[in-house]
């Protein structure tokens, strides 16, 4: 993705190079979330229906203790995510604008390492990029896509973290659209796989808003920046993280979405460029 000496976002606060101690409960993130609950739970997903950053109850908070020099390489990567934020500010700005839905309110995005605190808890770096509705905040440890690329088999690139970082975005704009606050009380009294089945649709939207910013940011794409994604949506599929941490899948369990289903709405979105074809709840249901 071309990106250097382009305009970067003010709503970006750097705690890197922050250490820090206290009381931290792992969050819901792209990753993370599957991940802890296979550990806790042995591969039932179900157990836990709505993100967990959601339900959780403020945490004691964390201190920040030492301050250490970021690396040239830290600070690069900063700026690229500062870079890619701001163009899912000016890009959702002009399609809100477009489609008369209102005025786009920007959210803020907070770069950590190894722990945070946020108004939904707090979470460790295992818990993967999120999104906190409650303060309006993306969450992220950069070091999470050396993981992803090692450990789960993306491809990595710059444009794999430009995708989680639409892809958290989209979770932004499904606050605001009232979307995230309609599935988590349709999910009240469903059973465990139905609301799964919700959980994945607000997943795979949240896909298609990356794909649709994609779409509208082509000038600064290079080539390869779309195999990049699709190969980050592909390690982030439910059924690609159950096989590689259980071995076995299963499909009710699922949260967040298969390969397949994550790759299709990403595209979507990205073909489409048209931001009424959102509607996963009636494609996948």
């Known amino acids: 993705m071309k990106w250097q000496g382009r305009r970067q976002s003010d709503n970006v606060e750097d705690r890197r190079g922050m250490s820090s101690k206290g009381k931290v409960v792992a969050g819901g993130g792209i990753i993370g979330i599957i991940v802890l609950l296979l ?3 042995g591969g039932d997903t179900g157990k836990m229906v709505a993100p967990v950053l959601e339900q959780m109850n403020q945490q004691p908070t964390t201190q920040q203790t030492e301050q250490r020099e970021l690396t040239t390489e830290e600070k690069e990567l900063g700026q690229f995510a500062a870079t890619v934020l701001a163009d899912t500010e000016d890009i959702w700005t002009k399609i809100f604008r477009d489609n008369q839905i209102g005025e786009y309110e920007k959210p803020k995005m907070v770069l950590f390492t190894d722990a945070v605190q946020t108004a939904c808890g707090g979470a460790s770096s295992a818990s993967g990029p999120f999104y906190c509705p409650a303060d309006h905040k993306v969450y992220m440890d950069l070091r999470f896509f050396e993981e992803l690329r090692t450990r789960f088999g993306a491809k990595g690139g710059d444009f794999a973290i430009a995708y989680v970082i639409a892809h958290e975005v989209g979770h932004h704009i499904q606050t605001l659209l009232g979307t995230s606050q309609k599935v988590r009380q349709a999910q009240q009294g469903k059973s465990k796989v139905e609301a799964n089945k919700l959980s994945v649709c607000l997943e795979l939207q949240a ?13 600064y794409l290079e080539a390869g920046d779309i ?7 592909h390690a ?10 259980q071995g076995h899948v299963v499909p009710d369990s699922f949260t967040h979405g298969s390969s397949e289903q994550r790759m299709k709405w990403f595209m979507k979105g990205y073909n489409s460029g048209d931001i009424n074809q959102h509607d996963t709840f009636k494609e996948e249901l």
């Open 207 to 219: 896909d298609f808003y990356a794909g649709l910013w994609a779409h509208y940011n082509k000038k």
């Open 227 to 233: 195999e990049e994604a699709l190969s980050a949506a």
């Open 39 to 41: 550990q806790i739970f």
């Open 236 to 245: 982030v599929g439910d059924d690609a993280i159950q096989s590689k941490m």
